[in-house]
């Protein structure tokens, strides 16, 4: 699985956009970036994966670059539920049993 | 749907006591996982089942860990006997195939605390 960078920590005033940015320049043509987060003392929670195209759900935007060797994931209006460690993940492709390794992600502190 | 289930939430024994840690899927799901968390080493996937049936048990630790899925909507992990080091907070997930393997759905966790 490629390697992924990630900032340590981020501040997001609440109600505004919280934007995390990802680097995964190894990333193979048949892997897809993967978006999790975990709420203090909570299992983590699945949000949103790409491949190529951007994508969009109830709980965020996933926008990934046309070279794919980054991405951001958006959360529109973050609140202060949405305080959490964020991790990407690149993950996926033939041989792929599902196997989510977490690396430090990004802890992301909503602030009001 | 009530999301995953696991039972108990928190777990404190002693070193040397067997421990049975329990989990319920989402109902449809034919994929469960057992991870395990700690501070050193992160998340660790322990083992996966497809269809009640075990596909790979690489990440379980040692002979002491052991896990079973007797049908769909149960599944246990036990430790026999505990020890200090397996303190952690253990993870159940599950999906189906229609979803991408790696779009797994989290239980809240048990706390494991072995003395």
């Known amino acids: 699985d490629a390697k992924t960078t990630q900032p340590p920590s981020m501040d997001c005033a609440e109600g505004r956009a919280a934007n995390l940015p990802c680097n995964h320049s190894?990333?193979?043509?048949?892997?897809?970036v993967y978006w999790y987060r975990q709420i203090h003392s909570q299992g983590p929670q699945y949000i949103i994966h790409g491949l190529k195209n951007n994508e969009t759900n109830e709980m965020a935007s996933l926008i990934i670059t046309e070279d794919r060797k980054s991405s951001t994931l958006i959360l529109p209006h973050a609140t202060l539920r949405d305080t959490a460690v964020y991790y990407c993940?690149?993950?996926?492709?033939?041989?792929?049993?599902?196997?989510?390794?977490f690396g430090k992600g990004t802890k992301l502190s909503v602030k009001p | 749907d009530a999301g995953v289930i696991q039972s108990p939430r928190h777990e404190v024994t002693e070193m040397g006591q067997e421990v049975t840690l329990r989990c319920k899927p989402i109902?449809?799901?034919?994929?469960l996982f057992w991870y395990r968390q700690t501070m050193m080493r992160g998340l660790e996937l322990l083992i996966y089942f497809n269809n009640n049936v075990p596909i790979d048990d690489s990440g379980m630790p040692e002979d002491r860990f052991s896990a079973k899925m007797p049908n769909a909507s149960f599944s246990t992990l036990k430790i026999q006997p505990s020890e200090p080091r397996d303190s952690a907070v253990y993870f159940c997930?599950?999906?189906?195939?229609?979803?991408?393997?790696?779009?797994?759905?989290f239980g809240p966790g048990t706390r494991l605390l072995v003395l």
């Open positions: 997930a599950s999906t189906q195939l229609a979803n991408h393997l790696e779009t797994q759905y």
């Open positions: 109902s449809g799901h034919d994929y």
């Open positions: 993940i690149v993950i996926g492709g033939l041989g792929s049993q599902g196997n989510l390794i």
């Open positions: 190894t990333i193979s043509g048949n892997e897809y």
